[in-house]
Every structure is written in C-alpha cells, then in structure tokens.
C-alpha cells in the first residue's frame, strides 16, 4: 500500500523537475555556426543579430566560423549536432543548392527552421579600374574575350546560382567564361581588389567600405528599385536584364530540436529584430531588408524557395 502512495509522489517530482529543466532554457552559451569566413554579409549580419538576440535570452550567442567544403562543412557539423538547442546554423540558400547540385545529400527538410531573418539584395560588381562600367557592359566584355573572362564564386552557393541566372538573362554562354570558386564572399572580394577575377556578385555587408574608398564598384543592383546608399548604380533591370537577386537568411536547429527551444530562439531574434537601431543598421548600412518571418510561415517558405532554385538549377545542368 505505502509503494503504491510512493510511485505517483514519484512521477509527480519527476515531471516537475523535467519541466523545470525546461523551462530554464538556455542553461549555457549557445553556438550560432557560421558556414562562411569572417567578415562576409553572412557573417556581419548574424553577428549583429545574435548580439541583440543574447540581451534577450540572458546568455551569451557565440558566432563560430566554419568555413569549407562549399559552405556545407558549417551545415553538416549542426545537422549532425545534439539537438539540445545549443548549437545553431546561421545560414541561407546555400543549403538547398547544395543540395541541388549534388554537393550534399540533405536540404532543409534536415533541419529544424527557426526564422527568416533578413534579404540582402545582391549586385554584379569589380574593382575599380575594370574597363567594364556597367552590367549591360558585360555580355560584350565577354564576347571580344572569349573564354578568359573570370566571375568569382562559391561552388553551389547562392552566387554560384545569381551567375547562372545572370548570364542565361544576358545572353551570355557560360562555355565563354570561367567561373572561379572561393570559400566565401569576403575571399572573392579579396581576389577582386587584387584584380585575380574580372567580376564576383556583391552585396552592402561585405563590399561598402571598399565602394566607399572606391576600390570597387557595383555595376548593377538586382532589386527592383535602386539602393538609397547607392542611388547613382542602376538596377540591373533598368539595364535591360530582367533579373532579381536576394540572399535570405535564417536560422536552422538540429532535426529533432525541442519545441519550447525552437520557441525561445524564434522570440529572442524577433524581439531583436525590433530593435529600430538595429533594423535601420540592417536596412541602411547593410543593404539589406529586415523580414523576419516566424517558425511555421518559414517552413512554407524554404519549400517554396526550393522549388523555384531547382528550375534555377536546371540552367546550369545540376538537375541533368
């Protein structure tokens, strides 16, 4: 009788601690994996975020860089992380085409999405004393050197995709160029300013400062409107290339991640996205469009994300 009394009181204790354990999320420093080197938009903007995001969590969000591999060493090393909620990918398109181009097995059905955080608007860009002045430049800077005209990029990363996209709308094969791959943006911008490419798609994160001591120049933005802190640089459509580009990033969990730490983070980055300081910093300074979007509405997102960069994907012969 009195062990039959002793096992509820048990279970009882038992779910309180459990609960209790829960509920004290985050216990420790949470790790945001950055698949990317430093210094690249990827990497400024999910620096800038956690930052605000770890006043509302009370405790530390520390940005570790894992670059490699096509941005798909940083990814797989979460995907195969404990999913206890303390290790964390900050990332972006990269992971669906990587996977469509065959360089991983996985997509983002292997995560566990948290939210959309922001879109930087992408533009074709070169280093300052480029003979090529504008996009609309390019098809013909190509046709009289066939074959000798370098565009940086990372191997199936989203700018691997806005060439393919590009040269397709300007008419451009790409048996005529030479693509390059670099493990991220900030090395193309490297290779730019030392003139080792002729063009490398860029964006406000990496390349303002060096727009601004005019050791690089943007050729064309692909957005529909053009950019307030480049108001003189046309958009890509004005130059008769139909074309929009945006790198979307977000956050992703381990799959199998616990909701309620899901829940925590998605709040944490949201309420630092509130953040007006923060917001005009990302909109202003960083070329980008604060669009937070929550867990479930992002998980409809990504699917229909991929869908479109798989048609992408098959202008480049990675669907063959």
């Known amino acids: 009788m009195k062990l039959k009394k002793i096992t509820p009181i048990i279970a009882t204790l038992a779910f309180a601690i459990t609960s209790n354990a829960q509920a004290e999320y985050p216990?420790?420093?949470i790790r945001v994996i950055i698949p990317y080197s430093p210094g690249g938009a990827t990497d400024v903007i999910f620096r800038l975020t956690g930052q605000e995001a770890e006043k509302h969590l009370e405790t530390s969000i520390v940005p570790v860089n894992m670059a490699g591999a096509g941005a798909t060493l940083g990814s797989r090393h979460v995907k195969d992380a404990k999913p206890d909620g303390y290790t964390i990918l900050g990332s972006h398109d990269t992971i669906a085409t990587s996977y469509l181009s065959g360089a991983v097995d996985y997509s983002y059905d292997a995560f566990e999405p948290i939210a959309?955080?922001?879109?930087?608007?992408?533009?074709?860009?070169?280093?300052a004393d480029h003979p090529v002045d504008s996009a609309s430049e390019i098809a013909d800077y190509v046709a009289e050197n066939p074959g000798e005209v370098t565009f940086g990029m990372t191997p199936s990363s989203t700018d691997h995709f806005f060439w393919a996209q590009f040269l397709n709308t300007a008419g451009i094969s790409m048996d005529d160029v030479r693509l390059v791959g670099y493990p991220g943006t900030s090395d193309q911008v490297s290779a730019l300013i030392a003139k080792e490419i002729d063009f490398a798609m860029l964006d406000m994160p990496t390349a303002r400062s060096f727009f601004e001591s005019s050791e690089l120049k943007s050729l064309g933005v692909a957005h529909d409107e053009r950019m307030e802190?480049?108001?003189?640089?046309?958009?890509?459509?004005?130059?008769?290339?139909?074309?929009?580009?945006?790198?979307n990033r977000g956050l992703f969990a381990p799959k199998g991640t616990d909701e309620s730490a899901l829940s925590t983070l998605e709040e944490a980055f949201k309420k630092a996205l509130d953040n007006q300081e923060l917001k005009n910093r990302?909109?202003?300074?960083?070329?980008?469009?604060?669009n937070f979007t929550p867990r479930n509405e992002y998980i409809e997102y990504l699917e229909e994300s991929e869908a479109n960069l798989s048609t992408a994907a098959d202008s480049i012969g990675f669907n063959e």
């Open 27 to 29: 216990e420790k420093d």
């Open 229 to 247: 802190n480049l108001p003189e640089v046309p958009t890509l459509i004005e130059q008769g290339i139909d074309m929009r580009h945006y790198t």
């Open 116 to 127: 959309l955080l922001t879109q930087t608007i992408n533009m074709a860009g070169t280093y």
């Open 282 to 290: 990302i909109n202003n300074e960083l070329g980008s469009i604060v």
